[in-house]
Each structure stands twice: as structure tokens, then as C-alpha cells.
């Protein structure tokens, strides 16, 4: 039970870590609600590690790496509640898989929220500055599905969100009895 409450509250910290470090990088001004708010809910996480690493350019690596680390504590946390004889080598590579795991996750999830704001915006704001921003970061993402485009209607999307869905529902899952299956060994 605590192990779950764990890593739900490490996947909406990452996913708002992951959505800090998108948002700005797509031209949304840092003054907007949403970003504000990822900023304000990140911040005791994300600013010490901007000593490590700074901010270079558009890319705000510090708050990737928060997730990351976050979801290692949590892992290994979990880990070493579970594990009387303590934490190995194997456990420990282990560990770091899985976080790399909930980070591609979380990254899932953005990308699945953001569609979905990404579609509610061009029924209801398509000319705000949030919609303009996510059109920045799905444009590279859906260009290879542009024939799905028929006149004003967009169904790249679609491709992208069954996609998402894939990856989730079914390469995750997948992925992760398989490292747990590794570590039985």
C-alpha cells in the first residue's frame, strides 16, 4: 500500500517536472497559469539540482533529472522496505531501470495529457498561447501521420494517442515483469 502511494506520488511530481521542462522549451511564457503552477509545485525539487545542472538554452535538464532521481528514492525506497538483506549490485542497476522506466512513462502521460488539452483548446481557444505551445511540441511528433490531415480536421493525433496507448498498456507492463523476472534470477 505504501509502495503504491509512493509511486503515484512520484508520477504526478515527474509528470509535473516533465511538464515544466516542456512547456518553456515550446515558447510558453513562464507567467502562464499552467507553468506557474508546475513551477511552484517543482520548485523545492528542481532548484537545487540547477546548481548541478543549469538550465542551457531552451532545455531545462534539472527538471529531468529531478524525475529521474525522484523516482530512483522511490525504487529504491521500496526496495529496501521489501528487502531485509538489503540493497545489491543488481538491485541497485535495477532500480535505475525501473526509474528510467518511470520517467518514459511519465513522459507517456504528458504527451497523452497534452494531446488531450491540445484538442479541447482548438475547439475552445485555438488561438491561445497554451495551444500555440503545444502545436510547437506535437508538430515534429505528428508529421510523419500529416496524411491523416482532411481539410480543417486533424486525426494525426489518433496515431499518436494509440501510440501512447501501446506503450503504456502494453511495451511498459512488458518491460517491467521482464526486469522483475531478472532479478529473480
Not at 495551444?131 to 480543417?152: M, V
Amino acid at each position: 500500500m505504501r509502495g503504491d502511494l509512493l509511486l503515484l506520488f512520484s508520477d504526478g511530481l515527474s509528470i509535473l517536472c516533465l511538464t515544466r521542462c516542456l512547456l518553456p522549451w515550446a515558447g510558453l511564457d513562464s507567467r502562464h497559469p499552467l507553468l506557474v503552477f508546475c513551477t511552484r509545485a517543482t520548485n523545492w525539487l528542481v532548484r537545487p539540482l540547477h546548481k548541478i545542472t543549469p538550465a542551457k538554452g531552451r532545455w531545462d535538464w534539472a527538471c529531468i533529472l529531478a524525475a529521474l532521481l525522484l523516482y530512483y528514492i522511490v525504487f529504491s525506497l521500496m526496495a529496501f522496505l521489501a528487502l531485509p538483506q538489503g540493497l545489491g549490485g543488481k538491485i541497485i542497476a535495477a532500480n535505475m531501470i525501473f526509474a528510467l522506466l518511470g520517467v518514459l512513462k511519465s513522459a507517456a502521460y504528458v504527451l497523452f495529457l497534452g494531446l488531450l488539452v491540445r484538442m479541447f483548446a482548438s475547439f475552445s481557444a485555438p488561438f491561445s498561447p497554451l495551444a500555440y505551445a503545444l502545436q510547437r511540441i506535437f508538430e515534429p511528433l505528428l508529421k510523419p501521420f500529416a496524411f491523416l490531415r482532411i481539410g480543417r480536421y486533424d486525426f494525426s493525433g489518433s496515431v499518436l494517442v494509440l501510440i501512447l496507448w501501446f506503450w503504456l498498456g502494453r511495451v511498459l507492463p512488458q518491460l517491467t515483469v521482464s526486469l522483475n523476472l531478472w532479478l529473480l534470477q
